[in-house]
């Protein structure tokens, strides 16, 4: 057995779909979510075994869609540091703070877990070309896996995105358009583009079913990190949720095999001042969000007004007695540079939040600072470099560098 994948389930009232077909959303207009035969796996597969297997996410395969090794389309991806951050943590009040870093996976950001599996399947089922909007990471990474797999890519980005990203696409050979606009100006040409080329699959967030899939092997390689056991608190820079809710799916998945006893972690949705409809519907109690008028954050990634995974990530965040919150700009940027000087890690904007969300938690006592606290990092701060500015002196040929001086490290 490569995968125990089952069948496909509506998010929104539980009804079955065949998995074995190229797949939107549900009838109802709902992501659709894979569903395993998990007591299979569970009598053919342990912890221990997995644990021999190469550092990749495919050492997860069982609980992966792709049924066929053949049609596995692959960068090295996965498996990234649980980075304990000492200094940092001990700056915030929260020693046992650690980073899972997903800038050094391919691409420099986590989107290539779910292009991974993602490309494959739809590889696997025929597709001939992937389309989606995306705000800059996502597209680059499904441009270089669709790239690898032999396949077409059509991306449309909004012209505010991270120049990098463009490049990455257009070294991966997409065919790139450029949107004067948000995601969801790009979401709206691409269906139409789809409906009109044969053979292209709309691999928008959560409008097919495994993107998800790739991403939730965040949460399996946090638990087999922590010696299978999972941290108190998880906290993830929340757009468009996929992240978040699949962690949350492998949580429970891991539950249901017996692999990860006692309570689940608290997670914790993490948005930006200037783009926070999560965190707003999460204080009013609302069941789902409404997009913010002017939308605007450097944390581009997280630039999301209007989720159509909102409902999943508010659920998460509740059922775990997690919490949403919100930092601004100014707040993010600052918690960038003191982490990259307590620990040498640069991160990307929409990581650099959630360690400003720690701070505040741990002031306001929602943390305590007794718990074992994990930050997903989502991408290398290589990707923003707009976002560490650059002062320093330029010396002539025959110029003397001064003496000591007092460090910036504080």
């Given at each position: 057995m490569f995968s125990s994948l089952s069948h496909l389930e509506c998010s929104r009232d539980g009804s079955r779909h065949d998995a074995d077909i190229v797949q939107g959303t549900s009838p109802l207009g709902a992501p659709l979510l894979a569903r395993y035969d998990l007591e299979r796996v569970a009598g053919t597969v342990s912890p221990a075994q997995i644990a021999?297997?190469?550092?990749?996410?495919?050492?997860?395969?069982?609980?992966?869609?792709?049924?066929?090794?053949?049609?596995?389309?692959?960068?090295?991806?996965?498996?990234?540091?649980?980075?304990?951050?000492?200094?940092?943590?001990?700056?915030?009040?929260?020693?046992?703070?650690?980073?899972?870093?997903?800038?050094?996976?391919?691409?420099?950001?986590?989107?290539?877990?779910?292009?991974?599996?993602?490309?494959?399947?739809?590889?696997?089922?025929?597709?001939?070309?992937?389309?989606?909007?995306?705000?800059?990471?996502?597209?680059?990474?499904?441009?270089?896996?669709?790239?690898?797999a032999g396949l077409r890519s059509l991306i449309a980005m909004p012209v505010a995105a991270p120049e990098i990203t463009r490049r990455e696409c257009v070294a991966a050979g997409a065919e790139l358009y450029l949107v004067d606009g948000l995601i969801g100006d790009a979401g709206a040409m691409i269906a139409k583009a789809v409906a009109d080329r044969d053979g292209y699959q709309d691999t928008s967030t959560l409008k097919e079913p495994y993107r998800i899939e790739g991403k939730k092997t965040m949460g399996y390689e946090i638990v087999e990190q922590l010696g299978w056991r999972a941290p108190d608190v998880i906290l993830y820079p929340t757009g468009g949720g996929v992240g978040i809710i699949a962690i949350h799916k492998a949580l429970l998945e891991l539950k249901e095999l017996g692999w990860l006893r006692g309570e689940l972690p608290r997670l914790v949705a993490v948005q930006a001042a200037g783009c926070a409809p999560i965190v707003d519907a999460f204080a009013s109690g609302a069941t789902e969000s409404t997009a913010p008028a002017d939308p605007h954050t450097v944390a581009f990634g997280i630039t999301v007004p209007k989720a159509l995974g909102d409902f999943l990530v508010l659920d998460t965040v509740r059922s775990t007695g997690g919490t949403a919150i919100a930092v601004t700009d100014e707040e993010l940027l600052a918690a960038q540079l003191q982490l990259a000087r307590d620990e040498g890690a640069w991160v990307c904007p929409e990581g650099a939040a959630c360690f400003a969300a720690v701070g505040q938690l741990r002031e306001s006592g929602w943390l305590t600072g007794a718990e074992d606290v994990v930050v997903l990092n989502t991408g290398s701060g290589l990707i923003y470099p707009d976002t560490m500015p650059i002062d320093v002196p330029t010396l002539p040929r025959d110029g003397v560098i001064p003496g000591a001086i007092a460090s910036s490290l504080s």
């Open positions: 021999t297997r190469p550092p990749d996410l495919w050492r997860y395969r069982e609980l992966l869609p792709v049924r066929d090794p053949a049609h596995v389309v692959t960068l090295g991806e996965g498996m990234t540091p649980l980075l304990a951050l000492p200094r940092h943590g001990a700056r915030l009040g929260v020693p046992l703070l650690r980073m899972k870093d997903e800038g050094l996976i391919p691409t420099g950001a986590f989107k290539a877990r779910g292009a991974a599996v993602g490309v494959s399947r739809a590889a696997e089922l025929g597709v001939r070309g992937i389309a989606m909007p995306t705000n800059g990471n996502a597209g680059a990474a499904w441009a270089c896996y669709a790239a690898r």
